[in-house]
């Protein structure tokens, strides 16, 4: 048998200087791929009419609007962590017939078009939808054209960004500790509420700031359930689109504001979520 003699210094050095060096092939399409998602908000940037900004973002068409994508976009929020983390544990956790077609299910809202997301909530929940003229009889609750359904519009595109996260960061956690809990005496409520939700919280996280910022700029769904009812369901991204048919610079405005809300959070809490992911 042919002994093989370990790498001489020299030519561990070659090698370390060969691992080391720098991938200059992807350079061109690295940097090309950088260009391509930073033109557009350059291009923003540079037609910013930016001597009538302040009265712009006084006006009261656009406070409403960003207090409304503020206020619907954390409802909704609010709603897919209190309805996803245990829909995450159930798809991470339970085995039961049919998980792979209920995983498959909560990632269809992420690649079909949002706009018949919104058709599906209007034919589900609308006064003569199947759950929606129940409603209507009986309480006498209308969702669509109503804040409500902008929350709702939101929720059914977001939802699974947050379901998809806890779900990885379940799968991730070392089960361990929920074992040794559990011989402890602590029942399932004790066990998940002081063990796995502790060790899943960054994905936790991760998944409620992009819920958020999926929900901000929920667009298709929300004007085919909600509509565009300024004051009432026109939220940010579709006072942008009335504005680009009417004043392209307060289009521009109110572009720059949703941009620079999505930019603040997603920043301030870069260190958590990406950690998460």
Avoid: C, K
Avoid at 36 to 48: D, Q, S
Avoid at 166 to 188: F, K
């Amino acid at each position: 048998m042919t002994r093989v003699s370990p790498p001489s210094e020299a030519a561990g050095g070659r090698l370390r200087v060969r691992a080391g060096r720098f991938p200059w092939l992807l350079v061109v399409p690295a940097l090309g791929g950088l260009a391509f998602l930073v033109l557009p908000f350059a291009g923003l940037l540079a037609r910013a009419p930016w001597a009538t900004l302040g009265t712009r973002l006084l006006m009261p068409e656009v406070r409403g609007a960003l207090w409304l994508s503020l206020t619907t976009a954390t409802a909704a929020t609010a709603v897919a962590v209190l309805l996803g983390v245990p829909l995450a544990w159930l798809l991470a956790r339970a085995d039961f017939p049919g998980r792979r077609l209920a995983r498959a299910l909560v990632t269809v809202p992420l690649v079909i078009p949002p706009v018949v997301g919104g058709v599906a909530l209007l034919l589900a929940l609308g006064r003569r939808g199947l759950v929606g003229r129940h409603l209507d009889a009986w309480f006498g609750l209308t969702l669509p054209f109503s804040p409500a359904a902008v929350v709702l519009a939101q929720v059914f595109v977001a939802m699974p960004f947050l379901v998809i996260s806890v779900e990885g960061a379940l799968r991730g956690a070392d089960r361990r500790y929920e074992e040794a809990a559990a011989t402890l005496g602590a029942s399932r409520a004790v066990v998940f509420r002081r063990v796995t939700l502790p060790m899943v919280g960054p994905g936790v996280l991760a998944g409620a700031v992009l819920a958020w910022a999926r929900a901000l700029g929920e667009f298709g769904a929300t004007i085919t359930f909600a509509g565009n009812f300024p004051g009432r369901t026109q939220t940010m991204p579709l006072a942008i689109y009335l504005a680009m048919q009417e004043s392209p610079e307060s289009a521009i405005v109110l572009s720059l504001v949703l941009l620079g809300v999505s930019l603040v959070i997603l920043v301030a809490l870069r260190d958590r979520w990406t950690g998460a992911l």
